[in-house]
C-alpha cells in the first residue's frame, strides 16, 4: 500500500514516516519545506536504513500534486501539511485560511481526480474550544478562538461534506492532544522557528541555554497547583495512531473521528518537574500573566481510540521527557 504523507519533513510527519516504513507502507512524503529541513527526511533515511521518496511542492499547487498522483499509485494520504502557530494565525488569517483550509480542498480534489478517497487528517483538540468538564470525548461541542483552530474546524467540515458528497470516501479525523517528545535515537525531534510557542521546546531550549527563563502563563487557574493542565502525548505513540488508523481503513468507509491523547493530565509545574528528573538539569522558570486564549485544563478520553483502533499510548511524562531532552542536547540548533 502506497501513501502520501503532506507534511513529512515536520515534527509529527517525520515521526510517522518512520513507523510507516518499519510497519510495510510505501511512503512518498510531499512537503514545500516552509517548516522542515530536509535534513529532517535525511535522518529518517538514517533510521529506516533506506531512501525516501520526497517530491518537494505544496498542497496548494495542482501542478505539484499531479506530478505526485502521476508518478505514483497512492492508495491513501496521510494529510499533516499545514500551519499551526496560533498567534500568526490572529494576525495573518489569510495565510491560514489559504495554506489550511485551501489547501486541503486543492489536495481532495486532485485525490479524486485519481480515485484515491482515503484520507486520514491532522486534527487537533484546539476544536473543543473551552471544553465545560474534562476528560473530553469526541461527542463534546465545537468552537474554536482563533483562525488555526477555526481553520482545523473547517477542514473537519469540509471532509464530512466530501464523504456525504461520495460515500467510496474514506476520512480519519484524528484529533491530537500535546505532542512532545522525540525518537529514541535522538536524531529527529520538534524544531521550532524562532521563540518557541510551546512548553515542551520552551522548556528544553531553556535547559540547553538557549532561554534564560522559562515564563509560566498564570498561577491562578482552578488546577492542581494554579498552572495550566494538559493532556502531553508521546510523540512516537501519535504517529502510531496514524499506523493504526491506515490499518484500519482498509475495511471501512466512512468518517472516523478520534481523539489522541493519553488520559491523564499534568500541569505547566509538574512538566518542569519531570524534565528537571528526566534531564538533570535545573529549569528557571518565573510566573508571568496568564497568556490570551488559553484555558485550565484539557486532557483527552481517549477510549475510543481503544475501541476502534486498538490503539492507546504506551509512553508516560518520564519517557517524552527524556526523549524531547535527548533530541534537544544533541541537537541544540535543531536540524
Ligand atoms: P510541522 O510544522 O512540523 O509540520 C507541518 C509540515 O507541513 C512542515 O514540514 C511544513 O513544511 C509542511 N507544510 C506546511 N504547509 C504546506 C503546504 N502548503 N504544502 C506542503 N507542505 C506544507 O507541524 P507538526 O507539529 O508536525 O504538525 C503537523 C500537523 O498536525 C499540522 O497540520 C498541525 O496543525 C497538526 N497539529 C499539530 C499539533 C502540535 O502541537 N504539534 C497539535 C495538533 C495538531
Ligand atoms: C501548554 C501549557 C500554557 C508555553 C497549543 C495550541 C493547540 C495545539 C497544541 C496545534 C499551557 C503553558 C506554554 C510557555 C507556559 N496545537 N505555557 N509557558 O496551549 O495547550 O496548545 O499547542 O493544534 O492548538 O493552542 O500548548 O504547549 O502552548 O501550552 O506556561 O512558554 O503550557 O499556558 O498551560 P496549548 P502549549
Not at 87 to 106: C, F, H, I, M, W
Not at 167 to 196: C, Q
Request: proline share 4%; hydrophobic share 40%; with cysteine.
Amino acid at each position: 500500500m502506497k501513501v502520501l504523507v503532506t507534511g513529512g519533513a515536520g515534527y509529527i510527519g517525520s515521526h510517522t514516516v518512520v513507523l510507516l516504513i518499519e510497519a510495510g507502507y510505501d511512503v512518498v512524503v510531499f512537503d514545500n519545506f516552509c517548516n522542515a529541513s530536509i535534513e529532517s527526511i535525511r535522518r529518517v533515511e538514517k533510521i529506516v536504513g533506506e531512501e525516501i521518496t520526497v517530491i518537494e511542492g505544496d498542497i496548494r499547487n495542482r501542478e505539484d500534486l499531479h506530478q505526485v498522483f502521476n508518478a505514483h499509485k497512492i492508495d491513501a494520504v496521510i494529510h499533516f501539511a499545514g500551519l499551526k502557530a496560533v498567534g500568526e494565525s490572529v494576525e495573518e488569517p489569510l495565510k491560514y485560511y489559504d495554506n489550511n483550509v485551501n489547501g486541503t480542498a486543492v489536495l481532495c480534489e486532485v485525490m479524486a481526480e485519481y480515485n484515491c478517497k482515503s484520507i486520514v487528517f491532522s486534527s487537533s483538540a484546539t476544536v473543543y474550544g473551552d471544553p465545560h468538564t474534562t476528560p473530553i470525548t469526541e461527542d463534546f461541542p465545537l468552537s474554536a478562538t482563533n483562525p488555526y483552530g477555526r481553520s482545523k474546524l473547517f477542514v473537519e467540515e469540509i471532509l464530512r461534506d466530501v464523504y456525504l458528497a461520495n460515500n467510496e470516501w474514506k476520512v480519519v479525523l484524528l484529533r491530537y492532544f500535546n505532542p512532545v517528545g522525540a525518537h529514541k535515537s535522538g536524531t529527529i525531534g520538534e524544531d521550532p522557528n524562532g521563540i518557541p510557542n510551546n512548553l515542551m521546546p520552551f522548556i528544553t531550549q531553556t535547559a540547553v541555554g538557549k532561554r534564560d527563563v522559562l515564563s509560566v502563563f498564570g498561577d491562578d487557574y482552578d488546577t492542581v497547583d494554579g498552572t495550566g493542565v494538559r493532556d502531553y502525548i508521546h510523540v512516537v505513540d501519535l504517529a502510531d495512531g496514524h499506523v493504526k488508523a491506515l490499518d484500519k481503513i482498509k475495511n471501512f468507509t466512512k468518517v472516523m473521528t478520534i481523539n489522541l491523547g493519553t488520559g491523564k493530565g499534568y500541569s505547566v509545574l509538574e512538566m518542569v518537574k519531570a524534565f528537571e528528573k528526566a534531564s538533570g538539569k535545573k529549569v528557571p522558570y518565573q510566573i508571568a500573566p496568564r497568556r490570551a486564549g488559553d484555558i485550565a485544563t484539557c486532557f483527552a478520553d481517549p477510549s475510543y481510540a481503544k475501541k476502534i483502533l486498538d490503539w492507546e499510548a504506551t509512553k508516560g511524562i518520564d519517557e517524552m521527557c527524556e526523549d524531547s531532552w535527548k533530541w534537544q542536547r544533541r541537537n541544540p540548533d535543531g536540524f
